[in-house]
């Protein structure tokens, strides 16, 4: 059961960092940036590239990657937001689709479409506990994104450059009034949201591998936590990507888990599925649109975070 719960919380701190960077661009701009699953598909592939250069293991590429990506999401606000800011939302949408199609494409053609591994973030050990063996990685993972994510919050709750990112989510126009850089801020969280993607890329690109068009399946992921969290809520966010990962790793075991559930009967096998898990996920998904359509972590009268 631990080291169940273990692998889920890895997998789930992974999506949590994508689904941080999706909360942060609506916040910031008021619109969905549908990249965002491409960016952890590129931060996979970039960890893979440099791994091709440097023989180290994947916590020392980290930075590396986070830096990369950073540049990344800075071209990108420049190619796909602040050209059409003035636009209708719709236009903001379609080219965030578009780069993401031009993202896929190039990593098709340098990498091909057969899945590739990127390094583990360590070796890959196993660590003895209360007479378990739980997978050095799955650890390695989880604390790695607690430290993304509790960074984020340092960066927003306790500095000057935080205060600003807030204000800029709050009132742009307030914001740009009282002297902040209102364009320099919204380029900063594309930045910041494309690293944390990338980040996610990488601790998930070795246990699961990574493929040119992954991104449409990580955007969904990114979709079901915000809608399951609430729309614009930092904290809903995070706990929506925990849920989806317990959906995929627990549902699934419970045959193993629970005493008594003959795992390799038909029925077990059928109503204990990854296809099962994901029919009820989504049923709960809607479930949550038709009853409390704020999410569960939302404002009934929405404010950003």
């Not at 740009?176 to 594309?190: D, K, L, P, Q, S």
């Not at 399951?228 to 075991?253: D, K, Q």
Request: charged share 10%; glycine share 10%; aromatic share 10%.
């Amino acid at each position: 059961m631990l080291q169940t719960l273990i692998n889920a919380l890895a997998l789930g701190s992974a999506y949590a960092l994508l689904a941080l960077g999706f909360v942060l661009i609506v916040n910031a701009t008021s619109a969905v940036n549908f990249t965002q699953g491409d960016m952890v598909m590129a931060g996979g592939y970039v960890a893979i590239a440099l791994a091709g250069v440097l023989d180290v293991p994947g916590v020392i590429l980290l930075p590396l990657v986070i830096v990369l990506m950073v540049v990344l999401g800075l071209v990108f606000s420049l190619l796909a937001y602040f050209p059409l800011k003035s636009r209708p939302p719709v236009s903001v949408f379609i080219s965030t689709i578009a780069l993401g199609i031009v993202f896929q494409n190039t990593a098709n053609a340098i990498y091909g479409a057969a899945p590739r591994g990127a390094p583990p973030l360590i070796s890959g050990g196993q660590i003895e506990m209360a007479g378990l063996a739980l997978p050095e990685q799955s650890a390695a993972i989880i604390v790695v994104a607690a430290l993304l994510i509790f960074g984020q919050w340092w960066l927003f709750a306790k500095t000057p450059l935080g205060r600003r990112l807030r204000a800029t989510a709050q009132d742009r126009a307030m914001a740009e009034a009282i002297g902040i850089r209102v364009n320099w801020m919204i380029a900063f969280t594309f930045g910041l949201s494309a690293a944390l993607a990338g980040a996610a890329g990488l601790l998930l690109a070795n246990q699961f591998f990574v493929s040119p068009t992954d991104g449409t399946n990580y955007i969904i992921k990114a979709y079901i936590a915000v809608t399951i969290g609430g729309w614009g809520s930092i904290a809903g966010a995070v706990l929506g990507a925990l849920l989806i990962a317990l959906f995929e790793v627990v549902y699934p075991s419970l045959p193993v888990l629970i005493p008594g559930i003959d795992g390799k009967a038909e029925w077990a096998q059928a109503m204990f599925s990854h296809t099962a898990a994901t029919i009820i996920l989504y049923a709960v998904v809607l479930a949550i649109l038709f009853f409390r359509p704020q999410g569960l972590f939302g404002e009934v009268v929405q404010r950003r975070a």
